[in-house]
């Protein structure tokens, strides 16, 4: 069936270092995989998208590599600041055949000390 | 711009109780989402709905029913409450395969 695995529950970095949150994700068809942003007290909203595997997004900073010959979906950010603290997730779909589903991994706890 | 809403903000149930939740958005979006957040568990699909009058099953739709009568307008009935329950249901609405969903701020449960 379709998952989607993020095994780090939490990361704790110091403000500049790097960020990696790895993700990966079963499926049989080609879906568009997200990365969701979410800030205490407010539902989650895009980071960023890609469509096409293969292909790199990018966002204020952040970016993803859609990779199809590993499954993998991890995101990375070379230098991250405080403000950056929030839970992070990796997102399968929709697309054509899932029914238009979104199928969320179980979210990454990023807490970045000053 | 547009918005979704849910309604209300905080819920307070008791136990059996039957509890709805509701959500509105203005994007004119076919496909709408309801779904649970637990800590530590991330986001689970209740219901979707990909047109008026529509209703898709989740991976969590027991105990809950749904109802989409209006295309801005998706609802969600907990059957019955359960005691020391306590999530957040989020509400997402969009379109087309490629956009990205957008998320109202959520529905904070706590069933004494």
């Known amino acids: 069936g379709n998952s989607v695995t993020q095994m780090q529950g939490q990361v704790t970095l110091s403000e500049e270092e790097f960020l990696f949150i790895n993700c990966t994700y079963s499926?049989?068809?080609?879906?568009?995989l997200f990365w969701y942003v979410q800030y205490p007290g407010e539902g989650p909203q895009l980071l960023l998208k890609v469509t096409t595997a293969n292909n790199k997004g990018s966002s204020r900073g952040f970016e993803a590599t859609y990779d199809k010959g590993t499954t993998s979906f991890h995101l990375q950010k070379a230098s991250v600041q405080e403000s950056d603290s929030a839970v992070y997730y990796c997102v399968l779909g929709p697309y054509g055949g899932s029914g238009n589903k979104l199928i969320f991994g179980t979210g990454t706890l990023l807490s970045v000390k000053p | 711009g547009g918005i979704i809403t849910q309604t209300p903000k905080f819920l307070i149930g008791q136990e059996g109780q039957k509890l709805t939740l509701k959500c509105q958005q203005n994007?004119?979006?076919?496909?709408m989402y309801w779904y649970r957040q637990d800590s530590g568990k991330g986001l689970r699909l209740i219901y979707y709905s990909i047109t008026e009058n529509d209703l898709q099953k989740g991976d969590l739709s027991e105990g809950y029913d749904a109802s989409r009568e209006k295309k801005s307008s998706f609802s969600l009935t907990v059957t019955s409450a359960q005691k020391n329950e306590m999530a957040v249901f989020l509400c997402?609405?969009?379109?087309?395969?490629?956009?990205?969903?957008?998320f109202g701020e959520g529905t904070r449960l706590s069933v004494l």
């Open positions: 994007f004119n979006h076919d496909t």
């Open positions: 997402a609405s969009g379109d087309t395969y490629n956009q990205a969903p957008l």
């Open positions: 499926t049989t068809g080609y879906p568009t």
